[in-house]
């Protein structure tokens, strides 16, 4: 089955179907993946806060109102409790399990926030002719935890997570500025070269994903990471939140290059 | 006194002693200004999220913590029961009175937002050579109500308001170009021309502000406008609300260029 040139919304029949339960990545291309963050009511206005105080880590595509499995902007057909690949429960900050679905969890005080993806922004980089080396290298991108701080809101709080690409040096202005034009899925870069300058001891040992090759004449360039409010989330220790499992994105109705434009 | 070329903090101790009880166009020129809502916690949620539904009409610069009368980001020295002019209480909806200062009425459970105000825009259109027509004429902007229903969020729902500036046809395209620089400040115009297709009957009576000349080869272009969340708040009858009165504005410390990189 080629999921890559299908529609979002039968891809989503499929997941529902539980025929998929695997990772999204390069599924109907040219539509963004959301990340998932589902929590009860009473922590939602903290983490909303969160995300406004830290909107280049957690850039919010959408909030779903209290206790709905609907959204209405960015995929008016999709049903959140089943329509990612697989999800993850953490409880106190520990994860206590994983489910191709959340029909059987569901609260009616839940919250849902989906939030951009840096997949959106990885495939405009190489519509600008830039080499995006975990694509090459056929693995996950390499994610640091720095030693910068998010701003904390209420309960949550936590050191920023980046993501790193190398970037020719010659490429970095273009680089810089194909992603600024899209702050809905963390924008511009965050810092460029000196991974020890953000508390990156070892830049190939990355924290999450995988360690990549950076060539010589290239710089290593850093993003904010949507991996940023699961692991504040998971830090913060909330007694009950749902995300999805990661990799097992939501895909939405929206084009990337909508995007700069919501 | 001239209070044009003076700082924020200095001005904002004159504010502070009452000695300056006006309006605060056109003080500490080159800083942005912000409109203030103060509500009830138990209210703040449903607020918050109507502004991350609508970011064009509510660009929020700042939400305070729960009880916290000090900002830590767009002015640190700043006192939000003193540093206002003159504020507006609402109950139910309904003005019920004026003050200089709210020290009195302050509690433990306020949350103050802090919204961009289009003062901050129209510095950048006329360093680019767009004249200001209400600013030419010595009058207030026009403002109206729209036939456009904002995205509601829990309690609070209502139409969007809009500023109307008559832009030369050839200036049109530069003046997009400036405001869409500065999303925290409104952004991009909502419409151009064709006031009746957003439910405008009669482009010289504003629903709010003054009517100003319309030259011939002059289109008037609408923005969003920061009387919307007020208009929503009060449309909306909270039981309090607290808001600066119209023109009354916060003086921050952050400049309008700055805020393109905020």
Known sequence: M???EMEPAKVREYIREEKIVGPTSGMSAGYAQANLVVLPKELAYDFLLFTQ???KSCPVLEVTDVGSRYLKKIAPSADIAHDIPLYRVYEKGILTGQYKNVEQLWRDDFVSFLIGCSFSFESELITAGIEIRHNTEHCN???YITNID???AGMFSGKMVV???PIPVDQIVKAVKVTNEMPQ???APIHIGTPEQ???KDIGKPDFGDAV???EGEVPVFWCCGVTPQSVVMNSKPDFVITHAPGHMLITDVKNTTLKYM
Do not use: A, D, L, Q
Request: aromatic residues 4%; charged residues 15%; positive net charge.
């Open 185 to 187: 899925v963390h924008g």
């Open 2 to 4: 080629n999921y890559t």
């Open 213 to 215: 090759t950076i060539k």
């Open 53 to 55: 105080r830290n909107p």
């Open 198 to 200: 953000i508390g990156i």
């Open 141 to 143: 991108v390499p994610m």
């Open 163 to 165: 993501s790193m690409r």
């Open 150 to 152: 998010c701003e904390p």
